[in-house]
């Protein structure tokens, strides 16, 4: 019968075997120092780690007492025999601190000394692991040197409840406490009473534990109890194993851009308020002035209506003197029915919705021209063939008529108008209708005033009109998103023109 029991593996490798592995092992190991000391000190092994490190050939070293990497004043205070009796007190003995290489020269090491012990328990020698943290040592150095140096923030850590375990130069010119002082104290202190109570801190710290970081800006006290508004980024700080081993804080005193932004904030309310308080003037203004011209409607027509009833029913009846007074009441009512007229219009301007639709420009100044006096016929229109805007087509036709009805009438006496219309594209997205006339022109001081309601520069008998015109322009314009401007010289003429957004696509 077959032996079903499995036979148990034997140890392939004999314990002779085994020290033979460890110690190629050993041996092959170049980033660490690997040796055995006896229990008084004395080097008994050496790796090419060891030899690589610290420079010594197996021959210099073995027999010679481990305290020769030491720097001489620790040798002096014997910290190699401390090291040592550290070791064989409670097993294992770490360090860090400068050794010496055979040449002299100095290396910052870790130091594991691990006591061995013999069968019965007694001390046979000491294992000793070096490793040679020179790089990494001079780059933290560098890191903390510059963190030091850094004096616009304040740079710290915090352990994991949030207590201060580091402090740089800016820590202590923002918040006011010294490395001293601070350290080990929790950083709650650094916030108001009311920020402890509603549990600020330890909301900032479970934000950062939380999402990897906290942002925030609040008001921080510093240690004179003055406030400051600091700008704060908390970061949670993890180990290999993604342990919590603390926090680093960089905070900024920002209370000077706060203030400005503060500053500006009120002045922006002030100013809106203002504005909407102007509006609603305006507004108040326009509504009783549309009420008012509304109102003037009816007495003025009855004026009309009586005048010519009587200049009708008994003209006969009246004197010369008579007829020339009634002729009097008869224009100006109508010049008044006139100015009522284009106020009602200007004050409309202001309510009704625009929807902008395109509009061919050329066309509709085409047709404005051909709906207009005679002499508008003798006007030229040149520029771009098909231009057209976003614009509502009768507050646009409202707009260029008003401009051509003025560049036709401000010509100086005897002389013919000469009026060109030109229709282009500016190259931003917009299109720009010039209304140029070879007429009286306007000085500079005046050019931008006739734009308001009632602004004249000539009296009724020269020029006749209500004042009312540019403002309808500029109104209309702006209203649909457009703008109005002149270029004029007295004697000259004038051009003036409005531009509006093209229809085609933007930035044409
Ligand atoms: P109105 O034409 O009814 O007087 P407007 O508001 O249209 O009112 O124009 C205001 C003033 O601007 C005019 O009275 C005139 O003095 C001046 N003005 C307007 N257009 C021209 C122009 N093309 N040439 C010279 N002056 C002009």
Redesign the pocket.
């Known amino acids: 019968m077959e032996n079903t029991t499995t036979p148990a593996i034997p140890n392939p490798l004999a314990p002779l075997e085994h020290e033979t592995i460890f110690r190629a092992m050993v041996d092959s190991v170049r980033d660490y120092a690997i040796f055995l000391l006896d229990p008084n000190g004395f080097v008994i092994t050496w790796n090419p780690g060891a030899e690589r490190i610290k420079q010594y050939r197996p021959e210099e070293i073995i027999g010679k007492h481990f305290s020769v990497f030491y720097p001489e004043a620790e040798k002096l205070a014997d910290k190699p025999g401390f090291e040592l009796k550290m070791a064989s007190a409670t097993g294992r003995f770490e360090d860090e601190g400068w050794r010496i290489r055979k040449d002299g020269s100095r290396f910052w090491a870790n130091v594991v000394i691990t006591r061995i012990l013999g069968a019965q328990g007694q001390l046979i020698g000491f294992g000793k692991i070096t490793r040679d943290l020179t790089e990494r040592r001079a780059a933290e150095q560098r890191f903390r040197l510059l963190v030091e140096g850094v004096t616009d923030y304040a740079i710290f850590l915090l352990d994991r409840t949030g207590h201060v375990a580091s402090w740089n130069s800016g820590a202590q010119r923002i918040k006011q406490y010294t490395a001293d002082e601070i350290m080990g104290k929790h950083f709650s202190n650094f916030y108001t009473p009311e920020d402890r109570e509603k549990g600020m801190p330890q909301y900032v710290l479970k934000q950062a534990e939380g999402h990897g970081h906290w942002q925030g800006e609040g008001w921080r006290v510093r240690k004179d109890g003055s406030k400051f508004w600091s700008s704060v980024v908390v970061t949670a700080l993890r180990d290999e194993e993604g342990q919590l081993t603390g926090f680093s804080k960089v905070t900024r005193d920002i209370t000077d851009r706060k203030q400005l932004l503060d500053e500006l904030q009120r002045h922006t309310e002030e100013l809106e308020r203002q504005v909407e308080e102007r509006e609603r003037t305006n507004a108040e203004l326009e509504a009783f002035s549309y009420s008012v011209s509304h109102d003037l409607r009816a007495p003025l027509r009855a004026i009309e209506g009586f005048a010519s009833a009587l200049k009708e029913d008994y003209g006969t009846q009246l004197d010369e003197t008579a007829h020339d007074y009634l002729h009097e009441i008869i224009s100006a009512s109508t010049r008044m029915n006139r100015l009522v007229r284009d106020l009602l219009e200007y004050g409309r301007l202001s309510r009704i919705e625009i929807i902008p639709q395109t509009v061919a420009v050329r066309p509709l100044v085409r047709q404005l021209l051909h709906e207009g006096p005679a002499e508008y016929k003798t006007a030229t229109l040149t520029g771009d063939k098909d231009s057209s805007v976003l614009a509502n087509e009768s507050t646009l036709a409202q707009v260029v008529m008003?401009l051509i009805?003025?560049?036709f009438?401000?010509h100086a006496i005897g002389v013919a108008p000469q009026v060109e219309i030109n229709v282009e594209h500016t190259g931003r997205g917009l299109v720009r209708i010039a209304v140029k006339?070879c007429?009286?022109?306007?000085s500079p001081e005046?050019q931008e005033k006739?734009?308001k309601v009632f602004?004249?520069?000539?009296g009724f008998n020269e020029?006749p009109?209500?004042?009312?015109?540019?403002?309808i322009?500029k109104r209309g314009t702006e209203r649909m998103g457009g703008k109005v401007g002149v270029e004029?010289q007295p004697g000259k003429g004038?051009t003036?023109w409005v531009e509006l957004p093209s229809s085609l696509e933007k930035g044409i």
Do not use: C, M, P, Q
């Open positions: 008003n009805s003025n560049a009438k401000f006339d007429g009286i022109g306007i005046h006739i734009f602004e004249r520069l000539h020029y009109g209500t004042g009312i015109g540019l403002a322009v004029s004038s003036f």
